[in-house]
Each structure stands twice: as structure tokens, then as C-alpha cells.
């Protein structure tokens, strides 16, 4: 599986960890099937779900797997806290006239392949 295949697919865990003691150690560590670093201090990986047990997130810090919602789905509006935002009756919330923009430099991106 490439790096791109595992940022959209579903059947991939992904999360942002430290970067502290370096690449070969995250490599080592978590044997991602992809690992793309933000910066020296984070990046993240993606494994999959398999390969990630409790006592694996126990050990490395995770207490849970997060979830991953649709675009304005009913469960991620109510995990977020939006639908309780918008009941306010004098309050105009909806994301009308929001624009919200992503910069990707397109820099580091490492391959691991099984």
C-alpha cells in the first residue's frame, strides 16, 4: 500500500506522534505502513488496525483510537458540540461565508513498504 493509498482509505489508523528521538525511531517503533513527518517534533503514522492492539496504545500512550466522521454527518455534529451550539436561539452558527484553506507544501514524504 502506498502513502497515498493509506490517507484515504478507511480500512487505515492514522495519528499524529512525537518526532522527538527521530524517524528511524518512529519507523522502529510503530512499523507504519506509511509515516509522513510535519516537522522535527511530529508527524503521523499510519498502521493498520491489526497491527494496533490495547496493549499497544497502552504502552505508546493512546487511551483510545479516534473515530473518523463524515462531512456533517448527525454523529459528528453531535460529538463535536455543533448541534448544541446551533439550538441557541440568537445565535446565526451554520458556517455561512466560512472559508477555510489548507496549505501543503508537498515536502517529506517518506514510503514504507511491507
Known amino acids: 500500500m ?5 490517507v484515504y482509505s ?6 499524529i506522534v512525537g ?16 509515516y509522513m513527518e510535519f516537522d522535527s517534533i511530529q508527524g503521523v ?4 488496525p491489526g497491527s494496533v492492539t490495547n496493549e499497544t496504545i497502552e504502552k505508546y500512550g493512546f487511551s483510545a483510537i479516534p473515530n ?10 453531535e460529538a463535536s458540540g455543533v448541534l448544541r451550539i446551533r439550538r441557541q436561539p440568537y445565535l ?3 458556517g455561512q ?8 507544501t508537498g515536502e517529506r514524504v517518506n514510503r514504507v513498504s511491507s
Do not use: H, W
Open 2 to 6: 502506498t502513502c497515498k493509498e493509506a
Open 10 to 15: 478507511e480500512e487505515v489508523l492514522d495519528y
Open 19 to 34: 518526532n522527538y528521538r527521530g524517524e528511524d525511531y518512529i519507523l522502529t517503533l510503530y512499523n507504519p505502513v506509511c
Open 45 to 48: 503514522v499510519y498502521q493498520e
Open 68 to 77: 473518523v466522521y463524515g462531512l456533517m454527518s448527525q454523529e459528528a455534529l
Open 92 to 94: 446565526d452558527l451554520y
Open 97 to 104: 461565508g466560512v472559508l477555510i484553506g489548507f496549505v501543503d
